[in-house]
């Protein structure tokens, strides 16, 4: 590992500008990180914070500006100078091969060999070394694929640990972790530290950010709004200077009210042994929520329903009516299913926003067997503006070149094209930032208020508690609990009002704690 010289930062950059095609994205942007220290950086989508990220790991050139790394000039010409130089990037999309050993993995940039031959003990011997140093206790040997994502987070940690990097870039670290798996990441994120190594940490989780970081840093419209020591900022701060304004109110009024009409029913719905005995009912003008742990079953509800996988048991009914368990059946018969992966299950990454904007209505646009192009880029317009993806992001653009929230808003504005009644949105918000949240959120209390019907899988309690009619608590692949909004009615089952520490012991399966008079 690198190291700096005494008072001289591990990482410093001074003025850095970017733009594409003339627009400017980064805007004189410096920073500075210190041995031992924890750089929390913090901006809404599209605030240049990948184009940061990507300019420190030799991804793209910067047009002004400086680097330096341990007191040298640092100016990567590619991804893999930036490896050798000691800066480690562990990416939201993990950049593992699922098939390869967990050893293999590790050390894939430098195996060692004894002569032509990969020597097999010493790659084992090191790696299990590397292993015990983040504490993840499984046989080098182990297929990356065998593993659960917050392994898989681990690995990719200790990818940069066998590089020897000085500087450790974690971004969006936490998305697919369960809370266990994220407070062993907190406390690796401390023995790195106190290794002297320096962290840039990116997240939409500002209480994460808070927790960890020693400074923050934040950026809009590409340019710096914000830094300093942590001790000077709380999350109302943050939101403030990440969206330029103040958010009052995250979650929107609703207008509307459930109705009496049912949308969908889910009766005794099985699936793999993975989703038991489903029983669900989801009316009109209703936002019903999935809660549970990571592994609960909530992923599987929504697949079985979608027809991903076929249920095994029971039935599904759309408006009273038997459904045919397959994804084209479901669609014609009004319902969409946003994934809880928008990268590998939701977009086509490489084909324009216009055009995956326009996937799902394709029949309807085409004549005679053709597709014209002029239809699809003015029907994708309308649809943009629908959702709130703005026409400066570039319709002609490729999806994989834009932020995660419009990406976001590109997989809800597909669906809405074909325009569905029954919406089945699986982590909707999962690693967008809070302003992009709140637009996503008015887009489903709107779509509710218009007689839609909505069911939201969510590992965040906030975000049901915020949004939602009623919850579903699931454990085990099936339903364990049931709440209804204050003010609602509860059905037959359910909890009148919702209780924040009911949820989770339903969802850990921990017994409510005695009454004044011993009730549980």
């Not at 190291?3 to 994205?25: D, Q, T």
């Not at 000085?166 to 907190?186: G, K, N, Q």
Request: charged share 20%; proline share 6%.
């Amino acid at each position: 590992m690198s190291r700096s010289a005494a008072g001289v930062p591990l990482l410093e950059l001074l003025g850095i500008e970017k733009a594409f095609f003339g627009v400017s994205v980064l805007s004189g942007v410096s920073l500075s990180l210190g041995a031992g220290r924890v750089l929390g950086l913090v901006g809404e989508n599209g605030a240049g914070k990948s184009t940061l990220l990507n300019v420190l790991g030799g991804v793209l050139a910067p047009e002004r500006g400086s680097m330096r790394l341990c007191g040298e000039p640092y100016a990567p010409a590619s991804p893999s100078e930036a490896t050798r130089r000691g800066v480690a990037f562990v990416h939201q999309e993990l950049n593992l091969f699922p098939n390869l050993s967990v050893a293999e993995n590790v050390f894939l940039h430098a195996l060692p060999r004894r002569g032509p031959l990969v020597d097999r003990v010493r790659l084992d011997s090191r790696t299990r070394e590397l292993l015990g140093e983040v504490g993840l206790d499984v046989p080098p040997a182990t297929l990356v694929e065998e593993l659960a994502p917050g392994e898989r987070q681990l690995v990719e940690i200790v990818k940069a640990l066998a590089i020897g990097a000085s500087v450790v870039i974690l971004d969006e670290p936490t998305t697919s972790l369960s809370a266990p798996e994220a407070e062993r990441l907190f406390v690796l994120v401390d023995r790195l530290r106190a290794q002297g190594r320096g962290i840039v940490y990116v997240s939409h989780a500002l209480g994460d950010v808070l927790r960890l970081a020693d400074d923050v840093l934040v950026l809009r419209d590409g340019a710096v709004v914000g830094e300093g020591p942590r001790a000077g900022f709380d999350e109302a701060r943050l939101v403030s200077l990440m969206v330029g304004r103040e958010i009052a109110t995250v979650f929107p009024a609703r207008r509307g009210a459930p109705t009496g009409e049912v949308a969908l029913e889910a009766r005794g719905a099985s699936s793999g042994g993975r989703l038991r005995d489903l029983r669900l009912t989801l009316h009109r003008g209703e936002v019903l929520g999935l809660s549970g742990l990571m592994g609960a079953g909530r992923t599987e509800a929504l697949r079985a329903l979608f027809g991903l996988d076929p249920p095994d048991g029971g039935e599904v009914l759309v408006a009273g009516r038997p459904l045919a368990p397959s994804p084209r059946a479901a669609i014609d018969r009004g319902l969409a299913l946003v994934t809880e992966d928008r990268r590998h299950d939701g977009l086509l990454l490489d084909a324009t926003a216009a055009l995956n904007l326009a996937l799902v209505a394709l029949p309807s646009l085409s004549s005679r067997g053709l597709l014209p192009p002029s239809r699809v880029a003015d029907a994708a317009a309308v649809q943009a503006g629908a959702v709130g993806l703005e026409s400066a992001t570039g319709l002609a653009a490729p999806a994989r070149s834009l932020s995660g929230g419009n990406q976001q808003k590109v997989v809800l504005g597909k669906w809405l094209m074909a325009k569905p009644g029954v919406f089945l949105l699986d982590e909707p918000t999962r690693g967008i930032d809070v302003g992009a949240k709140q637009q996503v959120y008015r887009l489903i209390a709107d779509l509710a208020d218009s007689g839609a019907a909505v069911l939201v899988a969510s590992s965040e309690i906030e975000e049901l508690l915020g949004l939602c009619d009623r919850i579903l608590v699931m454990r085990g692949g099936k339903v364990v609990a049931r709440f209804a909004r204050p003010g609602l009615p509860p059905r037959e089952g359910e909890t009148a009002g919702f209780d924040r520490e009911a949820i989770l012991r339903a969802a850990l399966g921990a017994v409510a704690p005695a009454g004044p008079e011993g009730r549980a």
